[in-house]
């Protein structure tokens, strides 16, 4: 299985700023780690997206208030529209910024539809908070919902799978009552965990009821449960929606170093997910499947998670330490340790008393999410 990297240096301009936890330094880390390796992604440059483009998802009254914003002219009441906020401070050239990304998800996009790439992995984007006229959780404008909504203008039935710790709720909002986009989100649960949302009972509306699938997750569950929720969860859903592409926002915050929830992950977890993400599209969908970046606040951990997710995709072998230059040049320029090799430490222990309440309430919610949906799809 061939697949299409999709990167650009001005993916970097989207930048809230050095104090800001949604920081571009990931990407660069992570693009210098490649030239490290000298693994060579042949990655394509795609195009900015236009004002159009965001347009087919954002109202036009949102949109007026994000240019405006990075203009440096910022309109009475951006606040009702999300901007401004510690979340979504505005920066110079905000739009543009935002509007690079939502253009390598849509470029994705555009290939796997035309059939010209059988699987993509989009070195950006993955802002899933952004909703038709509110910008939210560090996210401007929601390129995934913009892809989405072009392989369904293009006829495509689309699954989207969201393993961001946090609930994919921009995304959901935005094909709520669309039966043919099934939306997919294991998260922390929002009663702990912005923003609020991803209950059992989202499963939504009008025509979309059935099409939205959440399983909210306890406070510290570990690899182990959170796997065992997968297989629970995700094939079943899969395999009954019968979906021509698959969409996956593979955000690394929940990997049990990130400082912004409390979800245990390990490296070897993600690697588990990410290789049976691959199985579900090759057997469900000819292949088709687009992957993009998302949440992650350790950048340790971020850059190692995101670089592993690469190396699958493209069918690379899997390093066991990363380069001595790449670890000295980087624990210099961030002035903390980093883990010498591609994965966690594989002793790595939690000592979760709750491990086994943990484990089976997730398991209770789980088989709850399918209890709910399951008399809709037969």
């Not at 009954?240 to 990997?255: L, R, T």
């Not at 690697?271 to 992957?291: N, S």
């Amino acid at each position: 299985m061939s697949t299409t990297v999709l990167s650009s240096p001005r993916y970097q301009d989207y930048d809230f700023g050095p104090e800001h936890p949604f920081s571009p330094v990931r990407l660069e880390m992570l693009m210098d780690l490649f030239e490290e390796l000298g693994a060579s992604l042949n990655a394509v440059e795609p195009p900015v997206a236009t004002r159009d483009d965001v347009l087919s998802v954002h109202a036009e009254a949102f949109v007026d208030q994000v240019e405006a914003a990075g203009a440096g002219t910022p309109q009475t009441g951006m606040s009702r529209y999300g901007l401004g906020t510690a979340d979504v401070p505005i920066f110079d050239g905000m739009d543009a910024a935002a509007r690079t990304l939502v253009g390598g998800t849509l470029h994705g996009a555009r290939l796997l539809a035309r059939g010209e790439a059988e699987r993509v992995l989009q070195l950006g984007g993955g802002l899933h908070h952004a909703q038709e006229q509110l910008a939210s959780g560090f996210c401007v404008y929601n390129d995934l919902s913009v892809a989405i909504q072009h392989l369904r203008d293009a006829g495509r039935r689309v699954a989207y799978l969201d393993i961001d710790v946090h609930h994919g709720d921009g995304v959901q909002a935005l094909h709520y009552d669309d039966p043919d986009v099934l939306t997919i989100s294991l998260h922390e649960s929002g009663r702990y965990l912005f923003p609020g949302t991803g209950t059992v009972h989202e499963i939504g509306e009008g025509a979309g009821e059935g099409t939205s699938l959440n399983v909210p997750l306890e406070p510290f569950t570990e690899s182990d449960s959170f796997i065992d929720v997968f297989e629970r969860v995700v094939p079943y859903a899969i395999e009954n929606f019968v979906p021509e592409v698959m969409v996956v926002q593979c955000g690394a915050d929940a990997h049990f170093s990130d400082p912004l929830a409390d979800l245990l992950l390990t490296t070897h977890a993600y690697e588990t997910v990410f290789r049976r993400i691959f199985d579900l599209a090759d057997t469900h969908c000819q292949g088709r499947l687009m992957l993009t970046l998302g949440g992650g606040y350790q950048m340790d951990a971020t850059v190692r998670t995101w670089a592993l997710l690469t190396l699958l995709a493209t069918g690379r072998d899997l390093p066991e330490k990363l380069p001595e230059s790449w670890i000295q040049r980087w624990e210099k320029r961030l002035e903390d340790d980093l883990t010498p090799t591609l994965h966690d430490p594989s002793d790595r222990v939690f000592d979760v008393p709750r491990h086994d309440t943990i484990y089976k309430q997730n398991e209770r919610v789980s088989k709850r999410v399918l209890e709910l949906l399951a008399p809709l799809w037969y």
